[in-house]
Structures are given as structure tokens and as C-alpha cells.
């Protein structure tokens, strides 16, 4: 069965630090996503992307945030400088359209220190 | 805003007892609304969208169904493998915005042999 693919499963970083988390979709899926997840809560919708752009954001994807898909197979979102309060498990997500289930990846720990 | 609540927020069943999770909701204009299981460490796993009041869906001991204010996720003679936190999501809006999920937090579910 199609997966999405996420790398590094578990990054440490310094706080102030760039971060780059990888994201490979399943490969016909036309719509990208990312959401995170702090430690005991609920899973929080970041950003969509579509046809090269970002079709929808959170308020919390803000200025230090950015994604990019710089190929055909990869999706990648950047936090420019990193703070404690980003430590959370960051998901990946794609779907063929925007009305029926996505298809998570196994996410990216983040921890930043 | 879209608002979601889960209950209960933990469930332990004995192998063979059926039960039903809860998901209430509170949007302006439901797009769809969507079950995944979540196992510790991993992305959401897409179970099923419903998308109107009265709607049902079934996939082996798992039956979801729709009203106009919750969703129910039966779970019927459970097994040890079933263990895992239950996530309802809503997608509402309207036009060409707001496909993004809006998520409970989500029933730990442990069922014991």
C-alpha cells in the first residue's frame, strides 16, 4: 500500500536553529499538508498545499514558517528559528482531493533543546 | 470556530465487549467528517469520511454513523489489536477555503485479553 514517507524520524535542534522537515507524498496525490502534534494534544492543522501553493494556513504558521516542494516527489517545511514551544511530533500528509481522507506519514519528533 | 470533543477520553473493554466511541461536533457546514486511529508514535491511519446525517460505514469490527450534532464509532467484540486512540476530525466551511481537519483529542482505547 502507498505510503507518505517523512524524514528524520526524530531531529534535535538548538533553540534558534533552521529546521528542514522532509515530506514524500504518495505520488499521485495533488494536495499536501502539514499538521503537528504536541505532547498530549490535539493534532493541529498547519498549512495545505496545491499547485505550487499554499492554498490554506493556520494562524500558527506564521512568519517562520514556510514549505516548498522543490521537485516532483519531495515536501518540505522549514521553521526558520526554531523555539522550545516548536518541540511537537510534525505530520506529513497528501490526498488526491481535498474532500476525502488524507494519508498520513509516520511523522518527524522535533525537539528542540 | 470548529469545535470537536471526544468521549470518553479513555476506554478499557475486555476482549468481546462491544462499545461506542463519541464524537460531538460543532461547525458551520460540515464537509465531511473523518475517523482515524492513531497507534502510539505514528501518524493518523484513515478509517472512514462520512459525509451526510444518517450516513454508515462498516470495515470489520468498526461501524461508523452520522447525525446533524455526532458521530458514534461502534466497536464490536474488540480485540487486544484494536487498542489505540480513536481521532474524529470535522471539515466545514464553505467555498473554496476550509478543507483543513479540525481534530478531537482523540478516546485511548485499550482492550485486555
Known amino acids: 500500500e502507498p505510503e507518505v514517507t517523512q524524514t528524520p524520524s526524530h531531529q534535535v535542534t538548538q533553540m534558534g536553529q533552521e529546521v528542514i522537515l522532509r515530506c514524500v507524498p504518495i505520488s499521485n496525490h495533488l494536495y499536501f499538508y502539514w499538521y503537528r502534534q504536541i505532547l498530549g494534544q490535539k493534532v493541529e492543522f498547519l498549512v495545505s498545499?496545491?499547485?505550487?501553493?499554499?492554498?490554506?494556513k493556520s494562524e500558527i504558521f506564521d512568519d517562520q514558517f514556510s514549505v516548498e516542494r522543490p521537485d516532483g516527489s519531495n515536501f518540505t517545511l522549514k521553521i526558520r528559528s526554531t523555539k522550545l514551544e516548536d518541540s511537537a511530533m510534525y505530520f506529513c500528509a497528501s490526498s488526491v482531493d481535498r474532500a476525502n481522507g488524507y494519508t498520513f506519514g509516520s511523522g518527524t519528533r522535533l525537539t528542540v533543546v | 470556530e470548529d469545535q470537536v470533543t471526544q468521549s470518553p477520553e479513555a476506554l478499557r473493554l475486555q476482549e468481546g465487549e462491544s462499545s461506542s466511541l463519541n464524537c460531538s461536533y460543532t461547525v458551520s457546514g460540515l464537509r465531511g467528517l473523518f475517523w482515524y486511529r492513531q497507534d502510539p508514535g505514528k501518524g493518523p491511519e484513515f478509517l472512514f469520511t462520512?459525509?451526510?446525517a444518517g450516513e454508515e460505514k462498516e470495515k470489520e469490527r468498526l461501524k461508523a454513523t452520522l447525525t446533524k450534532k455526532e458521530s458514534f464509532l461502534h466497536i464490536t467484540a474488540p480485540k487486544p489489536e484494536d487498542s489505540a486512540t480513536y481521532l474524529c476530525a470535522v471539515q466545514a466551511g464553505s467555498g473554496g477555503s476550509n478543507y483543513k481537519l479540525t481534530f478531537g483529542k482523540g478516546t485511548l482505547l485499550t482492550v485486555n485479553p
Open positions: 498545499f496545491y499547485n505550487n501553493e499554499i492554498s490554506e
Open positions: 462520512l459525509y451526510s
